[in-house]
């Protein structure tokens, strides 16, 4: 009986040692990451613009407008559709070699709100695929949601596949309606502010658009504004960055030795709170290779203080000054490290 009784204890701990070791090993698949910020304007009190297209299934303007950025050495942002890069792929392969920024609006532009999980991801990696082989170049991390239709399922579910900004608008041109060019003129003059995303598009159906860009881009450099992409304004690395899907058995140590690169880079790029935490399928950023340049050290002084950008996290924040999550955590008496807001001021220790 005492032997019978030990072998049942014996089975019972080991029982308990494979369940927490299932446990363990388990929380390494689960995700960690900063959900998806949705973006109207630029966090800046510098006048700069952020002009940006939409591209649908016609991209009837997309040479008139290309021409006119040119003549006035101007770089946007085209949100691409897959139909459209479908129908018109030189015309899409010209948006990228001019040097203007590309990111996702779907492949058949419809309303996220309405469609599943799996419909969302088919039609963002479609569209990253086709974008990719066309140009060379990701569209990651911007998204526009086709009708401007978020919710919270949307937010995740783009964030999941590499999608962490969600890209809306201070100004909407209303151009789609096929309103007068004086209109859309007015439209963004009368609206005009630091830090603005201006939505317009590219298709037959925004006939005013062509003649009201000259126009636009005058007036605002008259009034002292620069124009920048929406990843200049958000301070984001340039679209020829590389990307990589986490497999079975993946660290991030294992894919920074990979692609040359360190697990804190990776983290911040990814903008991951818990280096031990990633998933199979998670869509990566692989750091350095969109020639950015990190944002210089500021000369140190008595008490330091920084307003939270778009895009910022503690962790990329104390990289930047170099310091520690926890010593800002502590000066600023954070209760959670993993929720700063865009406009915060922190002081920096």
Do not use: C
């Amino acid at each position: 009986m005492k032997r019978q009784t030990k072998l049942s204890l014996h089975k019972a701990v080991i029982s308990l040692l494979i369940g927490l070791l299932l446990l363990f090993t388990a929380g390494f698949s689960a995700v960690s990451a900063a959900p998806t910020q949705t973006v109207t304007k630029g966090q800046t009190t510098e006048k700069v613009v952020a002009l940006t297209f939409d591209d649908g299934s016609d991209g009837t303007n997309i040479t008139s407008i290309l021409n006119t950025l040119a003549t006035h050495n101007v770089k946007a942002t085209f949100f691409l559709t897959g139909s459209g890069a479908a129908n018109h792929p030189t015309k899409i392969r010209d948006i990228a070699n001019r040097g203007h920024d590309i990111a996702n609006h779907s492949y058949s532009h419809p309303d996220f709100t309405t469609i599943s999980s799996t419909k969302m991801k088919s039609e963002l990696q479609r569209t990253e695929d086709l974008i990719r082989q066309l140009t060379g170049k990701s569209t990651k991390p911007l998204f526009r949601p086709p009708f401007g239709a978020y919710n919270s399922t949307v937010l995740k579910h783009i964030g999941d596949a590499g999608y962490r900004y969600n890209i809306m608008w201070t100004i909407d041109t209303v151009d789609w309606t096929g309103n007068s060019s004086n209109d859309i003129v007015q439209r963004v003059m009368n609206r005009i502010t630091p830090g603005a995303i201006i939505l317009m598009h590219t298709g037959a159906g925004a006939s005013g658009t062509p003649k009201a860009l000259p126009t636009i881009i005058s007036r605002l450099k008259n009034m002292g504004y620069r124009f920048v992409t929406v990843r200049q304004l958000l301070n984001l690395t340039s679209s020829t960055q590389r990307t990589y899907t986490v497999r079975s058995g993946d660290t991030l140590y294992r894919i920074a030795l990979r692609h040359g690169t360190t697990v804190q880079k990776l983290a911040a790029a990814n903008n991951i709170t818990n280096v031990n935490l990633i998933r199979v399928g998670q869509v990566l950023v692989i750091p350095g290779s969109g020639g950015s340049t990190p944002a210089p050290t500021p000369p140190p002084s008595t008490t330091r203080r920084y307003t939270v950008k778009a895009g910022d996290t503690l962790y990329s924040i104390a990289r930047r000054y170099g310091t520690t999550v926890q010593k800002i955590v502590s000066a600023n008496k954070l209760s959670n490290p993993n929720l700063i807001r865009v406009g915060q001021v922190l002081v920096i220790p």
